[in-house]
Antibody, heavy 121, light 115 residues
Framework: EVLLVESGGGLVQPGGSLRLSCAAS????????MNWVRQAPGKGLEWISY????????YYAESVKGRFTISRDNGKSSLYLQMSGLRDEDTAVYYC??????????????WGRGALVSVSS | QPVLTQPPSSSASPGESARLTCTLS?????????IYWFQQKPGSPPRFLVY?????????GSGVPSRFSGAKDTSANTGILLISGLQSEDEADYYC?????????FGGGTKLTVL
């Protein structure tokens, strides 16, 4: 069974930092690209970052570029999101999502249950 | 970055069909993209439903009933999610998604109410 479990969320002050983790199991983690997607309270989904299986390629949404860093440890089957310079508008549930490569299509096929990050003074 | 526009809400009665739309900004052409659809219920992560490129290139998520299907209206530059035989359990938020070379782009979501 594919499982993605996020951890590391919590309350942080504006300007602070936080590191999210996503522990993967039930599949060959090193063979899959991964993504972070967030959802502010009562709002829609917002993609924020991508990392390739080989770690050679990383992409970021403009809203987090320069403040957030995505990384992964294939030996530990884990995905990370280092967040710094946090702002009120970063308050959201953060999901990690596996990206399936179907050849001529890609797909965010499995998602974790999310970790809540609250930015407030 | 392209923009995907979804109506904020839609409603239909049980047994009827629902047609949810996702209109792409004019800088991109729906003909060239896989359009993905997700369902999200309160307190749960999104669930992949379908992807649609063409009638010969489409797919359904694992365990997703065949009542869900995708389509395109190329004249309106729009991706479409079709749900037939609506059930009360279909009441949820629905999001469209596409891959725009270096980023995934979500639509704003449509809240579907099954009356």
């Amino acid at each position: 069974e594919v499982l993605l479990v996020e951890s590391g969320g919590g309350l942080v002050q504006p300007g602070g930092s936080l590191r999210l983790s996503c522990a993967a199991s039930g599949f060959a983690f090193r063979n899959y690209s991964m993504n972070w997607v967030r959802q502010a309270p009562g709002k829609g989904l917002e993609w924020i970052s991508y990392i390739s299986s080989s770690i050679t390629t990383k992409y970021y949404a403009e809203s987090v570029k320069g403040r957030f860093t995505i990384s992964r440890d294939n030996g530990k089957s884990s995905l990370y999101l280092q967040m710094s310079g946090l702002r009120d508008e970063d308050t959201a549930v953060y999901y990690c999502a596996r990206e399936y490569d179907g050849g001529d299509y890609y797909l965010l096929d499995f998602w974790g249950r999310g970790a809540l990050v609250s930015v407030s003074s | 970055q392209p923009v995907l526009t979804q109506p904020p809400s839609s409603s239909a009665s049980p047994g009827e069909s629902a047609r949810l739309t996702c209109t792409l900004s004019s800088d991109i052409n729906v003909k060239n993209y896989n359009i993905y659809w997700f369902q999200q219920k309160p307190g749960s992560p999104p669930r992949f439903l379908v992807y649609y490129y063409s009638d010969s290139d489409k797919g359904l998520g694992s365990g997703v009933p065949s009542r869900f299907s995708g389509a395109k209206d190329t004249s309106a530059n729009t991706g479409i999610l079709l749900i037939s035989g609506l059930q009360s359990e279909d009441e949820a938020d629905y999001y469209c998604l596409l891959w725009a070379t270096t980023a995934w782009v979500f639509g704003g979501g449509t809240k579907l109410t099954v009356l």
